[in-house]
Structures are given as structure tokens and as C-alpha cells.
């Protein structure tokens, strides 16, 4: 037995009444006594649900509602585990049976939730200033503005890129209001046996987006900041899915700014065979192989990695996208035997994959990994457009590696498709492959292409 079976007790003698329990004295239910706790939990809140369905929410003056909020709901959602701390939402009530109170605040009192809930001291003061989000639904506006106020605390955003952001969801909600009747961005997130009509709805307001943008570029943008919306909703586990993730496959979108140079597998097999040390060896993987930003492997601390499992990965707490992982398709034999050098060579290692002893951080910047990355580019005689590499070239070329990847995994499913009767590869892949083997065959071709760009021999 172990501590859920403890608090299964407790639940019992709570609920039931019939007997007492003392501290010193914990009694271990059996499994049966278990299941006629979780049967009677069950009943509970099946009646609770039945209760809710027969209020008869259209005779309730705002009054009532306003008594009626502090008698039943906000005692139910503490109840549920709901954090009060924050402004309740609609996904909130219809979570302990509540739900036709929107509808009647609607209908009777022409009322949205967001303002009843003023009313009862739910005056959110991180609100944004009124901004016309153009839509009705209270459940998107309220995550639209949560993320929104995510992006102005935590990402060290400018005011105007955060700005840019924000209307370009609004468009996206609005054109999504305008192709499906409302903007209910959330509803059909939680669980996957929808994601692929959700993909569907989302891919014909991406149409939309195609027909009034001029230019891929502006397409691309669109589509950046609608799936970082999604994967945020992800973070809270408010999605189990990001409907937009493969959106980009669906077009030709290029984008044709100049600066946009990456290296070439042939490029980066030069580089990796002009190493002359541990450090830079590291440095080229980091910046091609993982594509990490520069400053991300200047500040690189072994605390981050998980390189035991079948997923080795590095762990990031912040990033400029959020929190998240990267993960070691190739090279983390390579990691590992540098972690064990540097622990060897210096017992008190601070832990940092580039440490230094001048730097109050305690490791090099970002600057310092750019220098001798061109370093490492000068001795190889790697030139784009006859100047030296960038270190952000190095990461462009794991994304079009990943892309290049993403398209060979589809060319591998024509077969699949067309026996489902199917011209369109990316139906398999959305439709009848899990998420667990899409990710799968993609890091399968994904470390074709990385073994074939790091093999000097």
C-alpha cells in the first residue's frame, strides 16, 4: 500500500461518516473497499451534474445568480481544484456542471461571463486595456490574454513585436469566427480523437490567410506566432494537441529574405573535420547538430541534459519561444565523453559545457562561441556569399535539415496514401500515424541526414 491508498481512506471516512480515523492509527483499505469509495465518487458527481442540468438558470434574477455564484459555484470549483487566484473560465464551470450560466447571463441579462464575474470580485487587474479582440468567445479571449501577458513578463519582448503578435491573433480568431460560426479556439483541443478535424478548420483559415497575404514571408509570420499560441496552451495542458504544427507543409511558402544564408551538409561535414580540440568539436555539434542558439550553448550547464532513456534531451527553462526541450537526435555519445573530460580534468567543475573562470557566470557568452565558430569556418575555408559563417547559419541548417527530413518522411508515405485511396501523403501522416511514431520516423531521417553531414572519415 502506499500514500494514494492513505488518501483513499481518508476520502471514505470523510464521505461516508460512519467511522474515525486518528492520526496514529492509519488503517490501509482493501482493493474492494477502494472501488466502493471510487463508486460512490462517481455517483457523487454524476448527481451534481444531474443537479446542475435541472437549475432552471432563466428564472434567476442577476441577484439570484450573484447568491447563487457564492452559495454553489465558487464552493464547487474550490472543491474541484480550481485556483481562484485567477479569474474563473467557461471551461471551469462546465467542469463541475455549470456551464448554463453563460448562457444565461447571455440571454437573460446581456451579460458576458468576464463582466459577471466583476461583479463577484473576479476585477482581473492584468487585464489588458480593452483590446478589440473582435470576438465572443470568453474561453479564447481569456487564454489569448493570459498568453499575451506571458509574452510582456516573461520573454523580455519589445512592446511593438508583442503588439504585431497580438493583432496577428486577432485576425487569425476573427477569420476563424468568420469560417466556422465562432471562435471557440479550445474546444476541440483537449482530447485527439479531434485533432484531425481540428486540422481541417484550422487549415481553412490558413487558406484564407494564403488568398489575403502578399507574400510568403508574411504567411510564415502568421503561422510562427498562431503555433506558439498552441504550443503555450500545451505548457498548461490546456491542449493536447497543437493543430497548427504542421500547417507550413501544406504550401509552398518560401521565405526569400536574403539573410536567411544556412550552411550546406557539405559545409558543416567541413567545419566538423576542421575541429582541432574537445571544445570546438562540442561547438559545432551544438550550433549544427542541435541547433541551438548561440547564447544557449555559451551558457550550455550539464543540469540541463537528460542523456539516460531512448530520449536524450536538453531541458531549457526559458527560451525565446518558452520553455521546452531540445532533443539529442545525434551526438550525445559525443556530449557525454565531454562531460566526463571536463569532470576529470577539474574536480571542481562548475558544471558549465563552456566554463570560464573569468566571467562572473561562470561560463563564456555568446559572442566568445561566435568567435571561434569563425574560427573554426576560417581554418576550413567555409565561406556563404564570400563571408565568414555566422554561427546562426549553423542553426539555420538544422532547420532546413529537419524540413528536408519532414519532406522525405511524406515522399515514404505516398505508398500508404494511395492505398487508403489518398493522393495526399500528409492524410497518413495526420491521420494515421500517432504522434509517438510521427516523431519517431521523423528523428529516424532526421539522423540519416545529421550522420551523413558530420562524417568526416
Known sequence: MGYGDVWMERQLLHTQGTRTWRLESIWFPRSDEIAQCHDRMQRSAETMSSESERIRWSHKSLDDLRSFWAGHIEPALRHAGHELDDRPTYHDLLDVGYGGLQDALREQHELTLTEFLRTVGFDDADESD???????????????????????????????????KRSRLATYARLYRDEHGRANLLDRLTTLDQRADEIERVLAVFDELDRDLDSDESKLRYLGDVSQFYEHLQRRGKAAYDPAETIDMEYGWDRPDPDNAALSSDQVRQLYGAVDDPDEELLVLALCGWGLRRNEVASLHVSQLVLEGDDPHIHFEERKNGPGTVALIYGSETLSDRIDALGERDREWNGYLF????????????????????????????????????????????????????????????????????TDPSVVLKNYLSETERRRYRRKYMRERLAKAFRTA
Do not use: C
Not at 493570459?146 to 513578463?153: M, Q
Not at 573562470?357 to 568567435?371: F, K, L, M, N, P
Open 355 to 422: 566554463p570560464s573562470r573569468r566571467a562572473d557566470s561562470g561560463h563564456v557568452v555568446g559572442e566568445t562561441i561566435q568567435a571561434r565558430f569563425q574560427r573554426v569556418a576560417d581554418r576550413a575555408g567555409v565561406r556563404v556569399r564570400s563571408e565568414s559563417p555566422t554561427s546562426k547559419m549553423g542553426r539555420r541548417f538544422w532547420y532546413t535539415t529537419y524540413l528536408d527530413s519532414q519532406k522525405r518522411l511524406l515522399e515514404n508515405l505516398d505508398a500508404i496514401a494511395a492505398d487508403q485511396g489518398s
Open 130 to 164: 480593452g483590446y478589440p479582440w473582435g470576438i465572443d468567445d470568453e474561453t479564447t479571449v481569456h487564454e489569448l490574454e493570459s498568453y499575451i501577458r506571458t509574452l510582456d513578463r516573461r520573454r523580455n519582448l519589445a512592446e511593438s513585436t508583442i503588439r504585431t
